[in-house]
């Protein structure tokens, strides 16, 4: 062999290509711990999508439903009724605390518990250290948690859904003990994850190796990290998904979940941006959560535009909600009680199959993972902005939801939300004046904030200098930086050269201003419609409208194609107002002054 073809065999080897997702789900509903050995035994297959350290791997970890049987078996040990790991507000945790706090762990387990009280939530049991550090590699043993399990059950007190109350439970841990880490808290599912390769979980895990744990739906995630170094808080699956791929718009995906009352996990990665936003939006703004992950990734401006006008009008309303906010190369899979989605975002970069075994439907990174012998059919890949729901549970035969069938479910949902027709009404593309201040005959309110599609909100009344220019936080902090060390700061985030205004050498064109943060990590080049979706400049000034329909008056708002106004005043003595607006109309703008008329 010559010594080209041994470079390229040894790249071959070494490949690395992102991360690994598997869902399995039980075509019969039946609850085997066969389910988990299988999804373990896919994340070995899958193995060369994962990362590694001086031979340790990047993390893993897999969702499994509650085992319900060991937890019977716990209770009766205690004198507790086995029936209570039966009721449907029995919930578990498993909490992660970490090796650096371990003088005051007891502490911490102390206030977790007045956290508990507060909540109206009984502590039944809880069980410490039942996982075997020492199976792992060096640099993760030395920096493993202690794991914490805990079992409660929710009073009927109150009247709020006990999920949502469970979700607000976890918010409040997070904020008073951020160094705890909570891998989930769930009425429905446990998740088990460490920083290692796949052979660890049962052997860091011993529960795992129990037959009594059985699920009927199970996801698997294997991590190849690359902004962020490997950390057990990190692995995935999280609470709700596993993520494969980046979210290129993380600045604006963190600023339109603070805009919708959903605070971002601090200091948390890309993927855990995109967790919680799901959350909230299943939680906070009370969404199903096929309507929570269409939300989040909706088809590109172009395939819209083919679908019925019904269809039209909600994924309008949805972008007015939800800017665009979490493009980039991912492959989503998420399982919320007793349904799995799988996803393709718009880029369509990350694959994703769909495959029937014998006794499973699978969602897969690689189609291979399951032996060909017991594939019932020649697996496919999901399309670009393509999503497939799986609804099962204990006792239910599973059945397969297409992407038409996801869409119509969703128009009936928001039908049913928005009976009245009116949601649809308050988003304007022009300004529908009759007469001065006047807009449809009736007198227009003014706007208490603007909000457009960077997620940004800024209170008129206060107005914030610097956001004025276009600096963020990423800016301050760049300079910072900069100043400190006197060189460039090299990064993977987009552009870290002088803003437009401190270009001295000449005068800047106005799209030197408008910058994007973007994680830049090995992707391919996109077609133009994607990227025209991507990079999208349409805002949309006004009040968000209210998602659920809950609210009896109705928002307006109005899309612009830029954010540039112009202005008549100087402009004026040059060109008539309104050959002015003919320029606003044929880029999709207006004039400054029509605007502020508009809301005021």
Known sequence: MNESNRALNKSTIEERDACAIIAFVDKRGHSTHANIVQTIDALRKMGHRSGDINGEGDGCGITVDIPRDIWKTRFAHHDLSPH???????????????????QNIQDMKNRVREILKRHDAD???????????????????????????????????????TRKRLFNLQLDIEKLLPEIHIASLSLDSVVFKLQGVPDLLPRVYPELRDENIRSVITLGHGRYSTNTLPTVERSQPFSLL?????????????????????EPLPGGSDSQDLNRVIEGLVHLHALDILEAVELVFPPICSEVAQYTMPLQKIYDYYRWFFPCSAQGPAAVLTRYRDICVGSVDALGLRPLWLGESDYSYFLSSEKGVVDLERNMSDPRPLAPGEKVAIFSGRGKQAEIIDYSAIQQRILKRFENHHHTGNALGGLHKHIPWTEKGVRNGEEVQPADDIMSTRGDTIP?????????FGWRKYDTMIRRRVAHNGREVIGSMGYTGPLAAFVPESLPNISDYCKENIAVVTNPAIDREREAEHFSTRVVLGRRPDIDGNKASTPFGLELGTPLLLGKHGLSEMLDTNMVRQVCRHYSTFLFEDVIDFFT
């Open 84 to 102: 209570l790991a039966e009721s449907n507000i029995f919930f578990v945790g498993h909490l992660l605390l970490p090796v650096s706090s371990r």
């Open 123 to 161: 502590l039944l049991l809880e069980i410490t250290g039942e996982s075997l550090n020492n199976e792992l590699g060096p640099q993760a043993r030395a920096k493993a948690p202690l794991f914490w399990q805990i079992g409660g059950i929710l009073s009927e007190k109150r009247q709020d859904s």
């Open 242 to 262: 596993g993520h494969n791929g980046e979210i290129n718009t993380i600045d604006r995906l963190r600023n339109t979940a603070r805009a919708l009352g959903i």
């Open 460 to 468: 008129l009344h206060q107005p914030n200098t610097l956001g004025a």
